[in-house]
DNA sequence: ACACCTTATTCAATATATAGAATACTATTC
DNA sequence: GAATAGTATTCTATATATTGAATAAGGTGT
C-alpha cells in the first residue's frame, strides 16, 4: 500500500492487520463488506464500499460478485448497487433452530421482565471480542430500550463485561488492554472497574450503575454450558432498566432472581452435555 | 483434482464448479461450509466437512479459522468442533431492518390467513436458483404446515415458480433445463407445466394442486418492486393449505385477494422508489 | 502400555487471487 | 452535444493462497 487512506477509520485498520494475519483473507474482506452493507441505511455502490473499507476496486468488484453468487448479497444491475440479500436469513434461522440457550432463557426473561418490568436479555459470549444479544423480553410498561435480537457489544462492556471478566479467566494485561478501548458514557476509573470485578467474583453477579449508558442499570449473571465451568462463561442473562425505578422495584430481590435463573439454566445446558 | 471423490455428493459438484468460475474462491468455500454447517444436527469435525464438501483438509482449516475469527463459526477447543455462531444472527437483524417488503406484506398475510384460514407467506425471488421465506402467518386452526423465516426453495418450484417462469422473461430453454432439475411429490409433465405457466401469466396468479406437495395446495401472487415491471418479480405472496379445505373455503376468493393484495404491495413498492 | 488408526496441523512448491494500471462505461456540466 | 469527472470493469505481472505431503496430536482397542 503506496498511499495512505485518507481517514481511516479504525474498522479499515482492524481489517488490515486481519487481512495480513490471515491465510484466507478474501473471507475477512467477504465479512467486512457484508458487516458494512448491514450497517449501510442504503444500498451502496462499489466506490463507496471501496473508500469506506479501504479496499482495492478490482479485489471488491471480485468479493461483492462472489457474495451475489451465494446469495448474500443482492445486486441491482440499474442502479449497480449492493445491498444485504434474504441469504442471510437462512443462516440465522439455522442458528436458531439448533441453539438451546434460546430455547431455555426465552420464558425466563418473560417471567423476569414481567416481575420486575425490566427489560431482559439473553446474550452470547463470543470471547473477549464481542457479545451478541441473542433473546429479548420487554416488560411493555417502560419505554423501549433499545437492544435487539441480533446487537454486537463489545464483550468487556457494562455489566456482562464485568462478568467476563471476573469469570473468563484472561490476564491482567489482556484486560487492561482491552477496557482502554472501550466507549462508556460515563467510564469508571480502571482501578474502580477492578474493583468491580472483584465484587462480582464474590458475588456471582456484575452490575453496572449508570457506566456504559447514563441512567441506566444493568444486572448480568453468567451462564455456563459445561458442568465444571472451564474456560469463560458462554452466555450470560441479563436485566436493564432505568436506575431509579429498579431501585424502587427492589434491586437486591432482581439480583437473587437473576443469579438462580443463570444457575439453573448451566445446570439444563450441562446436563444436556454429559 | 487427480483422485475422484467417492460420493460427489451433488453439492460439491456444484461447488467444484463454482470455484473454478469465481475469482474469490475462498468465499465459495466459506459458503459451503457455513450452509453445511446450518443442515447439520450436530457440530461437525474437520474431516467431517472436508468429505462432505470435497475440499483440502489444509484449505478447509484455513477457511474455518478465518470464519471462527469473525465470529460467523463457533469452534470448541476441547471437541475441535465447529458450529454456526451468534455472528449471523446479527446480519439477519440488519437485513430485516432495512426490508420494507417484510413490513408491508406481514399485516397483509396475517389478515389473509385468519380469513380464509391457510398458512400464508412472504417469500424474496432470489432469481433463477432459489426464493426465501420472508414472513410468514399460520392461522393457527389449521395443523401446522412447515415453513418458517429463512427456508430456501429451489426458485422454479411450486405456484411461485410458475409465477416467475410467467414472468420472469427467460428463455424457453432455460427454464426447460431448470424445470428437469426440480423435486416434486407428484410431479407434471413438461407440456402441463407449460400450459400452467401459460395460464398463470394470463390470470396474474399461480396454482399448484398437489404437485409439489401431496395433497397441498398452493397460490401465489407476484410482487415487483418497480413500477414498470421490467425484470423478474422480486418477491410473492403465497397461500398454502390442505388441498380439500381450501376448496370447501372457496378457493376463488383467496386467489381473488391474493391477486389484489399483490397489486397493492406492488404499487406500495414502485411508489417508495421513484 | 503399546501399536494402530484417525484426525488435526504445519510446511514448502506452485498455481492463482490480488493489486494497480489501462479501458470502458455512465452521468453531469457547460 | 462535447467535454469532463466519476464509476465500473477488464487485463496482466507478481505476491501469496492453495495444495499435497509430512508431522503431530488424539483416540481406541488389545
Known sequence: ????????SGEDRKLAKTLKESKAPAISRAAAVLRLLGKS????????????????PSTCLYVLRALVAEEFVA????????????????????????????DLVQPELDRLSQAFDVTMLGVNIVGLDH?????????????????????????????????????????????????????????????DWKGQVEQTRAQGFGVDKGNY????????????KTRGHP???????????IGSAMKRNGLPQLQKALLSTARTLTQQLGGESL
Chains 1, 2 share one sequence.
Open 213 to 224: 449508558i447514563s441512567g441506566v442499570t444493568v444486572v448480568a449473571a453468567p451462564v455456563w
Open 75 to 102: 445486486f441491482d444491475p440499474d442502479t449497480k448497487r449492493y445491498s444485504l440479500e434474504a441469504g442471510v436469513l437462512t443462516l440465522a434461522r439455522h442458528w436458531l433452530r439448533r441453539n438451546q440457550f434460546t
Open 131 to 191: 457479545m451478541i444479544v441473542v433473546a429479548v423480553s420487554q416488560s411493555g410498561n417502560n419505554f423501549q430500550l433499545s437492544a435487539q435480537i441480533g446487537s454486537r457489544f463489545p464483550a468487556l462492556i457494562s455489566a456482562t463485561g464485568r462478568c467476563l471478566a471476573a469469570f473468563g479467566g484472561y490476564s491482567e494485561d489482556e484486560l487492561e488492554e482491552r477496557f482502554n478501548a472501550l466507549r462508556w458514557d460515563d467510564p469508571p476509573t480502571l482501578e
Open 41 to 56: 441505511e442504503t444500498p451502496l455502490g462499489l466506490q463507496a464500499i471501496v473508500r469506506e473499507l479501504g479496499l482495492v
Open 231 to 241: 474456560g469463560h462463561p458462554g452466555h450470560a442473562v441479563v436485566a436493564t432498566g
Open 1 to 8: 500500500m503506496t498511499t495512505r487512506s485518507k481517514h481511516s
